[in-house]
């Protein structure tokens, strides 16, 4: 990878970092970027409650939880867009179902910060089913900024 491709993953997982301070999950807040297929800025998105619904609360997303409260960030990120993308910025590994409507609109590659270690073994499987037939490029990067 050229010193110039690895500028741009890191600038542009620092902005999901940076959007992310909006989520409203009391347990995790998570930002996403989207990149168009020419590499421009498609979207961005964090977790968040429906607009109008009250945020999530230690009753909704305690320790060990899972946050079902939320939409979240890659969602919002894809409902901010319209038409394909290309790459997905999160700061948290995608669940399964993130995960499968950010490859239906395009997305061959995805580039997270923190891995999602507390996912079920069935969700971890047809997850890795979808990357598998897609061939979805799926990256770990550490934040170095
Ligand atoms: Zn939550
Ligand atoms: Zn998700």
New binding site residues.
């Given amino acids: 990878m050229s010193d110039r491709a690895a500028l741009k993953d890191q600038v542009f997982l620092r902005m999901a970092l940076e959007i992310s301070r909006l989520g409203t999950?009391?347990?995790l807040k998570v930002g996403c970027i989207l990149l168009r297929p020419d590499g421009g800025l498609a979207s961005g998105g964090f977790n968040g409650a429906l607009p109008g619904m009250p945020h999530?609360t230690p009753d909704?997303?305690g320790p060990g939880m899972r946050?079902l409260?939320?939409s979240h960030a890659e969602e919002n990120a894809l409902s901010f867009c319209d038409g394909t993308i290309s790459v997905a910025y999160v700061t948290d590994e995608p669940c399964l179902v993130c995960t499968r409507a950010l490859v239906r609109r395009g997305a061959r590659r995805v580039v997270f910060a923190r891995p999602y270690t507390s996912i079920a073994e069935q969700e971890r499987a047809e997850r890795q089913a979808i990357l598998d037939h897609f061939g979805v490029k799926w990256e770990q990067l550490e934040l170095s900024l």
């Fill in positions: 999950c009391c347990r999530c909704t997303c946050c409260h939320t």
